[in-house]
């Protein structure tokens, strides 16, 4: 079988423990035999980030910028407990928030549905993608607890000298107060990456708030996002036929509950934290969830959403084959692949990037699965593997699916 060729390098972000080792396990069964692969390596290993006082992390975001599509293993965010482990300089950021802070992008995770697993909430058929806000709200705020009564005021102090005053509340005893913002730019680019995102993925947005209490501030939200569609998107979701629409977030999450999926629900900050939390843990696993950060100009990084699986590692170490389930961080190298290949224009790499996902689905579909898996799904032809067994499940179907296609 020739390999299939490529022209840009995708952004390849490597990572920490279990999900390392599977990094490499993938590329060595699933990618390299198929792909004449290209990559621009970055390696976000802790040890590496202190080495290099994080500089790895900022010269990856910068390359991901560069050529557009990036895929990333996931990382340790170190803690003290870390510092210790692994004898670091210092502690630095979370590499996925200094990532989705230089693309200042959006993160929209789907779950990875399989045929032998039902979701809790029995209307769903189809993935729910959930778009959550990164910057602001209540992840910003200032807060207080006074002692004594008194009145409260809202004072925003202008460049110009110009002041605006709102009276909070004429307090009559101890209380609570918080303040919070958000920026205009941001929702903006927020918006963008839904419209684009939904574009791209062929499905409907919903866009939920509660702006009939919070009139003023998520009235910003929903009318920013309701110019920026009838400006620059409306045609293009009606050539899709695909739609969009805003609701109150109480009203959403009843539709959500009834619905049967298959739309992009973007959410305020908070409401994204909780709700994604909700719908992944109704799909059944973390480790079933693809996820990818979309920036507003167009670069694309994907990864898995669950962490480096450290307990799993440990294992490992001590010589163990674990059931890790590999298939978050296939489906990263999958989206990743297809989306080289839709740029680039090349379909056979588009087309493998596609077939990657679909045949792991399909694996799991014929009854072989990780052991997080094994209770949840239903069939009488269950059988629980190891990482390096599924893996080679996985490439036994995908050989066979590329010889039929001719790819
Ligand atoms: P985690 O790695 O997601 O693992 C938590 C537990 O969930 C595991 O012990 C395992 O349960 C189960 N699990 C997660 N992924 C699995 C998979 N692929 N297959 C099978 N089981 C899976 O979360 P954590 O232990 O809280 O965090 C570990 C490290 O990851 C931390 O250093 C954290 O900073 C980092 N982290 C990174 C990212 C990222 O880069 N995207 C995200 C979150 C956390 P059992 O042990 O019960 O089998
Ligand atoms: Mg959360």
Redesign the pocket.
Known sequence: MQKIKMTTPIVEID?????RV?WQMIKDQLILPFVELKSEYYDLSLTERDRTDDQITVDAAFACKKYGVGV????????AQ?QEEYNLKQLHP???ATLRGLLDGTIFRTPIMVNNISPVVKPWKKPITIARHAYGDVYKNTELRTTESGTAFLTFIGDSGDIKTELIQKLPGNAVLQGMHNLEESIEKYAHSCFRFALDSKQDLWFSTKDTISKTYDGAFKEIFQNIFEAEYQDAFAEAGIEYFYTLIDDAVARVIRSEGGYIWACKNYDGDVMSDMVSAAFG???MMS?VLVSPDGTYEY??????????YYRYRDGEKT???????IFAWGGALEKRGELDNLPELELFGKLLCETSVTTIEDGIM???LINTAEGDNLQKVNTEEFLAAVRERLEALLQTKEV
């Open positions: 990572g920490d423990e279990m999900t599977i990333k293993c996931a990382t340790i965010t170190a803690n870390r979370s590499p996925n696993s973390l480790a996820s990864e898995a959403a669950h962490g480096t699986v450290t307990r799993h059931s890790t389930n590999p298939m978050a961080t990780t052991g997080d």
